[in-house]
């Protein structure tokens, strides 16, 4: 089966730290850009930040710019969201897709380019 399979999501404080990964089965994901996505309960998906397919480029939404960290690993097929400064707002059930238009890095997170969504991992803050 084609599809990515996140992890590493968990409940963790204010102020806390959580590392997701986000692995791919079924095909190689060097050859595509990677979205990070979130979606929290009665709102809709929004983009969270993504990597050009050779991890040389990265975007953040606004909301996360200089507390989460993106990047990958082609070798193992996985990619990474690295978040620290966590806050309440930050809740919500965490997805990785591939973008299958582009491989440089996406500013858009226009979701029909993307493909291979996993089950998504669920991050809780609260204290």
């Known amino acids: 089966q084609v599809q990515f399979v996140e992890s590493g999501g968990g409940l963790v404080q204010p102020g806390g730290s959580l590392k997701l990964s986000c692995a791919a089965s079924?095909?190689?994901?060097?050859?595509?850009?990677i979205g990070w996505f979130r979606q929290a309960p009665g709102k809709e998906r929004e983009g969270v930040s993504s990597i050009s397919a050779d991890g040389g480029s990265t975007y953040y939404a606004d909301s996360v710019k200089g507390r989460f960290t993106i990047s990958r690993d082609n070798a193992k097929n996985t990619v990474y969201l690295q978040m620290n400064s966590l806050k309440p707002e930050d809740t919500a059930v965490y997805y990785c897709?591939?973008?299958?238009?582009?491989?440089?890095?996406?500013?858009?997170?226009?979701?029909?380019?993307?493909?291979?969504w996993g089950q998504g991992t669920q991050v809780t803050v609260s204290s």
């Open positions: 079924g095909f190689f994901t060097q050859y595509y850009a």
């Open positions: 897709a591939a973008n299958l238009m582009r491989t440089m890095v996406d500013k858009g997170f226009t979701t029909h380019e993307y493909a291979y």
